[in-house]
């Protein structure tokens, strides 16, 4: 019983993380059809500049519970310079050329951005703990969790329900649901729609950035931590279907419960578990589980 | 009609290579093999490429090939080359052929997003497999050809060299016939318009599942060939990252030519040796930033060059 709940916990948990940062990933393709390998230098950006700007803010004598604020800013600083260089600076050239070239695109960018990394902040790992402790614990029944974890989950609800609500209720995000829909037909009813992929692309880099300085505190900040997210990202975005904020959530929870099973079950298979479960949905539903129909062309 | 000078280019390079191998300074030699056998598996890219589809998990199977080569001494004790290489083809081909079935009816992005999870599903297992050394993989040594001892040898390095050589000649000849032959033409036609294909009464599935499998089988022979020469071997091969590469590669080179993809990989592995002695943490950098001038410039690849100036001649 107890460990049923300790399973829960730690998918719930772990589901969090991966919709965070997943679903900058899925509104980033969802808009402009990219699907952005470079999204997991933004994760690792977001995550090396919080470790710097909340370190340097803890080691300078602050108080520590500034540290949140310094993790923020550094990532949505993150996401205001990294977006606008890489969508006007470079897709924005791309724009119109085959999906399949467009991730090539990305990958570049994100083989460029890894040794920007590495040559900006060297090659040894960063560690920035407090953080993570600073709230203090919660226990369920005898299972002791940081506080740190329920700030994960609420800002992921956060992030999930304005996204929603952006797209839902207010003329802006009613205008993007146009762009994606018909792009051409969007543009000719006067939707400036390069500002809105400026826009997305921006917005999207962000919630990446935000990803990573949230992850911060709980790992070791080293290089190859994009890399290893990034396709976690992707099989959270590709089981969910592919542009799906819905399917983004459900595909995390998915995945954060099988993995946490894997872990407490059978914690050799942990990952296994998850490429297993993005391998059989797609077999079962190729193009996810929220997918739209789309008509054939000839 | 004009002439195509492919085999003898193919020719005059094996018999330079071979005859010029024993001469070669060691580094020399294993730079060469090694962009052998990466060409070997990038030429499969390229088979797969010209289809029209893009796989992210071709890793698999390069993976694949150089775990079924290096387990079969430990759980066989049998450490032949030629029987290594076997395996490798066998194992390859048979799973190729299973997960083509799936694969078949996949395109664009989402064949790539499965091929890339079957590669990552390896990859998981692999990690944690502690009897092959888990993320540290072991050492792979092969000791005999067709029975006859050469570990130890004074021609060891040669043999390997030699070996590596001659398959991948094989596979480009091969292939080029391949290319040229019916089935392989109908590989522009499905990446132009499937449809057509289909009404012209071919198969496209079938195609790209034959495509699929060889080009599987030539990875995996890429795997095995990188294993007996670099003699060690880790899931790492299975990574999505070592799969990106082949892609990054068979982009770069160009599908024009089964001369492209060696030529890119010599390129390739060429600028990675010198790159890891003088700069490790600025190469991907240039890697990067090549891969976005070849596609904005110079989309049909590095290969594209040769056939502009033979069009302007």
Redesign the interface.
Same mark, same amino acid.
């Given at each position: 019983m107890n460990q049923l709940v300790a399973v829960l916990i730690d998918g719930l948990i772990y589901s969090s993380w991966l919709f965070i940062i997943a679903v900058g990933l899925t509104l980033i393709y969802g808009v402009m059809k990219i699907?952005n390998i470079a999204h997991g230098s933004l994760y690792a950006l977001g995550a090396y500049s919080a470790a710097a700007l909340a370190g340097y803010w803890i080691n300078q004598g602050h108080p520590p519970i500034g540290s949140y604020a310094a993790m923020l800013v550094a990532a949505i600083l993150v996401g205001l310079i990294a977006g606008p260089v890489i969508e006007r600076g470079?897709l924005r !050239?791309?724009y119109g050329k085959d999906?399949?070239?467009l991730? #090539?695109?990305t990958?570049?960018? !994100? #083989?460029?951005l890894?040794?920007?990394i590495?040559?900006a902040w060297g090659?040894d790992p960063y560690f920035l703990y407090q953080p993570y402790s600073l709230l203090g614990s919660f226990d369920v029944g005898d299972l002791t969790y940081p506080v740190y974890n329920l700030v994960l989950f609420g800002v992921a609800v956060l992030i999930g329900v304005s996204l929603a609500w952006v797209l839902t209720k207010t003329r802006r995000g009613k205008m993007l649901v146009a762009v994606i829909h018909d792009r051409e037909m969007a543009a000719a009813m006067g939707i400036n729609v390069s500002l809105v992929y400026f826009m997305t692309f921006t917005v999207g880099a962000m919630l990446g950035a935000v990803g990573g300085a949230l992850t911060a505190p709980m790992i070791s900040v080293q290089p190859g931590i994009g *890399?290893e997210t990034i396709?976690l990202a !992707? *099989?959270v975005v590709?089981i969910g279907g $592919?542009g799906s904020l819905p399917g983004a959530a459900l595909a995390a929870v998915l995945v954060g419960l099988v993995r946490s099973a894997a872990v407490h079950y059978r914690p050799? $298979?942990?990952? !296994?578990?998850?490429?297993?479960v993005? *391998?059989v949905v797609?077999?079962m539903r190729?193009?996810g589980l929220f997918s739209v129909q789309e008509a054939r062309k000839? | 009609m004009r002439r195509d000078y492919t085999l003898r280019i193919l020719g005059v390079v094996l018999v330079a290579l071979l005859a010029a191998g024993p001469l070669l300074p060691r580094w020399a030699m294993f730079l060469i093999t090694v962009s052998l056998c990466y060409g070997t598996v990038v030429l499969g890219m390229m088979l797969l490429m010209r289809t029209g589809v893009v796989s992210f998990g071709h890793g698999l199977y390069y993976c694949l090939g150089a775990y079924a080569a290096g387990t079969l001494d430990v759980l066989f004790g049998v450490s032949d080359i030629a029987v290594m290489l076997l395996a490798a083809i066998l194992v390859t081909a048979v799973v190729s052929a299973l997960l083509g079935l799936l694969l078949r009816k996949y395109r664009d992005i989402f064949f790539a997003m499965l091929s890339l999870a079957f590669s990552m599903i390896l990859y998981g297992l692999l990690v944690k497999t502690s009897a092959l050394g888990s993320s540290d993989g072991f050492n792979v040594a092969a000791k005999t050809l067709f029975g006859i001892r050469i570990a130890g040898t004074e021609f060891e390095r040669y043999l390997i060299f030699a070996i590596t050589v001659l398959t991948a000649f094989l596979a480009a000849v091969c292939i080029h016939k391949y290319l040229a032959s019916h089935m392989g033409r109908l590989a522009g036609a499905i990446r132009d318009n499937e449809l057509r294909v289909e009404y012209m009464g071919a198969s496209v599935r079938n195609t790209i599942h034959v495509n699929y499998i060889m080009s599987a089988v030539l990875a995996g022979l890429g795997g095995a060939l990188a294993a007996v020469s670099v003699g060690h071997i880790d899931p790492e091969m299975s990574y999505w990252t070592t799969s990106g590469e082949f892609v990054f590669v068979a982009i770069l080179a160009g599908t024009g030519n089964v001369l492209a993809p060696f030529l890119g990989s010599f390129i390739f592995e060429t600028i990675r040796s010198f790159a890891y002695e003088y700069s490790p943490n600025t190469w991907q950098m240039a890697l990067g930033t090549t891969m976005l001038l070849v596609i904005m410039f110079l989309p049909g690849g590095l290969w594209s060059l040769f056939t502009r100036m033979r069009k302007a001649a």
């Open positions: 699907l470079l !050239f791309m999906e399949i070239v991730v #090539l695109v990958y570049a960018v !994100f #083989l460029i890894e040794d920007f590495k040559l090659v *890399a396709v !992707f *099989a590709v $592919l050799e $298979l942990d990952l !296994f578990a998850i490429y297993f993005m *391998a797609l077999i190729p193009k000839i | -």
